[in-house]
């Protein structure tokens, strides 16, 4: 282990509030100079979707994937109080009063501070979603790549 | 990294069978002369909320999270087969007939055992819960916090 | 700490996918030498279950929770998208053209790698599962010999 404190959260749920706890801890992490890596895997790779309607080429199957997933940070459910997505709203209008950060700028800022973002490319081959449907500047690599960077720390975390 | 060891967990669930888990590693660790943290966070607070209604001055939106979420421990629902609220009778009735211990029990033994229970004051402010409304010799912190514990152990989870 | 990586998950979930998540990792990290613990507690040891009926003597209430339960690893459901079981054999279509690994293969993988594959007791005296009723080559276990595994290393995820 080395002297450089390192945080490494796997992203495998679809949650807005799951999401939100993960890009929270991972930008704390990163302001007390950690280094960070949000391996998102699953449904977690909904966070990293474009919300515009990327045109590629995709099965039937694929295509019923990418309709029924939500299409980037703000158009996730919550975990608990969905409510059929009248929870998400709820919640936004309350953060909005209490000035909270919502995921999209939680993402962003998570960008800015080097928190380094991977999608897992073998949940991308399977949910059907392609590199030019998520957001720039993140990184593509496998269970490996997680593990390299999991075992040099010691906060990891499954969310 | 100290020679204490250390356990830390954030619990976000608001299921009962999680905080279950939640609260029996928690005393185990405990046992073993772990320094043990759980920061409740999101719809974990929920374990921690007091089950009488306490009369605080909240804003609607706060009311209707307050009222809708549930009022501690035994108050809260399963991860799976829950049932519309029958799953936790089941559980309860066989935990009894097997001698296991309710979470309320679990949350006690906790303190008794010096396990540090922390609620997290940002999500406390969504949520519109208030310190009074929380058990009583518990701590309220941010992320910072959480993070100075779990950057020195290395049983970190998140549940 | 030794020098020696280890990995320990806890498996509390019952969702096929987040048991894949499980076992994915649990494969790569022993692909690259960890010692990798899986100890299955709650729902997740409905992965470790036989698929066959065995007769053992029962409760009422424990034959109630092993009905319901799925029964092996190829018999759960999704985290997200189940669609009343649907969703599970859409992910299996799809994982089927994408060459990737069913559960129970990768359950076989860790087997045929050494992953200690560890039952929780006290959740199958609460769920009144009986150790013929699950894999062969596994461990019985309870919380302290988690924790003398997750102390060791640093990659300790609850899943």
Redesign the interface.
Known sequence: ?TDI?R?TI?L???DY??AM?AY??AN??AA?D?EVTIFH???GLNALRKDEDIQVKK?F??K??GK??PRGAEKMGL???NFAGFGPK??K???K??N?IPLINLIEMAQEQNVKLVACT?TM????LQQNELLDNIEFAG??A??AD??E???????
Chains 1, 2, 3 share one sequence.
């Open positions: 282990m404190k945080t796997v495998f749920s679809g509030d799951k706890a929270i801890i704390g992490a007390y950690h895997t699953f449904w099965s199957m694929e019923m994937f029924m997933m975990s608990k109080m709820m919640i209008d309350v953060m009063k209490h909270a073998m081959d399977l949910l059907g269970v490996a997680y593990l999991a075992e720390g010691n906060v990891n975390l499954f969310i």
